[in-house]
């Protein structure tokens, strides 16, 4: 189990190697392209250009301008965007990295839940009354798109019904810090925190169901009915742990790739500046290091989520474990 950890994190290690190389190359060696220009701006000075120049190697050849490039990012960490003003970059990736991180974390509790107790029930009630209605809700939310539900939110909270009690306490457009106000937090992002959920809830409710049918005809489910085994506790027991190694993979490709920026329509809606927000704001001004930075901070996030769960995995499902 070790061995085969260490060597998941090693191809981790080479896959995010490829893509640091791969973004490198489209940002900043592109022929016929001047990455100095690229990174200062519009109606850059000659002295910043020079600058630029000499302090990102672009001078020089190109592994040591890639060399130079990731030790700015991930070493020194002195990555500047010069579209806004020499601010270092990866702070303010790591500024936006809590927003993020507690708008994803709670809409991930909510979609778990649901969609647990969503999918479970309706593959018990399999062609009832009550499994149609959970499949038709399903559908439902997966339909709505994130940004046209956030904005019918956001006119229902913040203007028509703002003033009624039950839309009262929902405070305007924007992100709480925890540390400063732990109700003001959760307030904040309660609305944003469903808005997300929705979509997650009707397809992870709609994978599970049919995971957990699917399963119902396996030879294992059918000796545990032999012996005399409740179908509850067959359900849960036994159908539900394997059919959470489909779920959880599905998981956790959904939440890296949503705690890497992929929250951007939610965050940008509900003014939360996150970083899918600010990769917004670097793509709206062609900020070549804040995009770069932004891209890697979402590769990382994915590729680290997906060799975890390869090892989770392998603790759920002994089968795809290496032979010793």
Not at 62 to 78: A, E, H, N, S
Not at 212 to 241: C, N, Q, V, W, Y
Not at 258 to 286: C, D, I, K, R, W
Request: aromatic share 10%; net charge positive; glycine share 8%.
């Amino acid at each position: 189990m070790l061995r085969a950890f260490l060597s998941r994190m090693a191809q981790t290690l080479f896959v995010l190697f490829g893509i640091s190389a791969m973004v490198f190359g489209v940002f900043f060696a592109t022929p016929g392209m001047d990455p100095t220009a690229r990174i200062a701006g519009r109606g850059a000075s000659p002295q910043v250009m020079e600058t630029i120049r000499k302090e990102y190697g672009f001078d020089r050849s190109l592994p040591v301008q890639y060399g130079i490039m990731m030790k700015k990012l991930f070493i020194t960490r002195d990555l500047a965007s010069y579209a806004n003003r020499g601010e270092h970059v990866v702070p303010e990736i790591l500024h936006a990295a809590p927003v993020t991180a507690s708008l994803v974390c709670g809409a991930a509790v909510i979609w778990i839940a649901t969609s647990l107790l969503a999918g479970t029930l309706a593959a018990a009630m399999k062609g009832r009354m009550i499994d149609r209605m959970i499949m038709a809700l399903g559908m439902v939310g997966i339909s709505i798109p994130v940004f046209w539900l956030g904005e019918v939110m956001n006119m229902l909270t913040q203007s028509r019904y703002h003033d009624r009690w039950w839309f009262a306490w929902v405070p305007p457009p924007g992100y709480i810090p925890l540390t400063q106000n732990p109700l003001g937090w959760f307030l904040s992002l309660v609305i944003p925190w469903c808005v997300l959920a929705l979509a997650f809830t009707g397809i992870y409710s709609r994978v599970l169901r049919a995971d957990l049918i699917a399963l119902s005809h396996e030879d294992f489910i059918r000796t545990a009915r032999a012996k005399g085994l409740s179908p509850s506790r067959i359900m849960l027991r036994h159908s539900l742990r394997m059919a959470l190694i489909g779920y959880t993979a599905l998981f956790g490709m959904d939440f890296a790739q949503l705690a890497g920026g992929g929250a951007l329509m939610t965050e940008v809606v509900f003014g939360l500046p996150g970083v899918g927000h600010l990769t917004y704001q670097a793509l709206s001004n062609m900020d070549l290091p804040l995009i770069m930075a932004t891209v890697m901070y979402s590769a990382t996030f994915v590729v680290v989520a997906n060799a975890l769960v390869d090892v989770l995995h392998m603790a759920l499902d002994p089968r795809i474990r290496p032979s010793r």
